[in-house]
């Protein structure tokens, strides 16, 4: 995508990536070929009790995205547009896997551009990767299942050290 202006055009993909999917990634590389620069922004809930600390989570994206020059892993709290405004960013970038993600997704999208002036760019999950969740990954692990064909190996890796009864 080219920039209207000179500045570079800076996305932020926000999420919780508890874990990382393969359809996480692989919007992390089609959003990357689109933008300048994408921040992928991890929130730091304090209300959720986590699979991985949000560190570790931020280690395994920069390992599974070391080949994309222009991706970083970082973490924010409070309002994702304040967050957007001291880094810079003009555009959030999202992924929609079915008609069920997108009632939430317009009220995001609709709050941060009132907000705070942001766009939120969709884009339609690859369809291999429509039917991954985090929240599937977790429960499948939890339930002792192997869900290695379903994140990137960074993650497998750590998810097998955690789980070693995995199928
Ligand atoms: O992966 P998730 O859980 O769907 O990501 C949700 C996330 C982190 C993008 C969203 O909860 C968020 O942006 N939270 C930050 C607080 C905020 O700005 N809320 C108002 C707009 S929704």
Request: glycine share 8%.
């Amino acid at each position: 995508m080219t920039s209207v202006s000179s500045r570079p055009l800076v996305a932020i993909y926000p999420g919780s990536f508890d874990p990382l999917t393969n359809g996480h990634l692989d919007l992390i590389s089609r959003g990357a070929s689109l933008f300048d620069r994408l921040l992928i922004a991890i929130l730091r809930n304090t209300q959720k009790a986590p699979l991985f600390p949000v560190d570790e989570r931020i280690q395994m994206i920069r390992e599974a995205s070391s080949h994309l020059e222009n991706v970083e892993a970082d973490s924010f709290e409070g309002l994702l547009v304040d967050y957007a405004a001291r880094r810079g960013a003009s555009v959030f970038l999202r992924g929609i896997r079915a008609v069920s993600d997108y009632e939430a997704e317009l009220q995001m999208a609709l709050l941060n551009r009132r907000m705070g002036g942001v766009e939120t760019i969709f884009l339609m999950a690859g369809e291999e990767f429509s039917f991954l969740s985090s929240r599937m990954i977790k429960e499948i692990v939890t339930l002792g299942g192997d869900v290695s064909n379903f994140v990137p190996a960074p993650v497998a890796a750590r998810l097998r050290k955690r789980f070693p009864g995995q199928r």
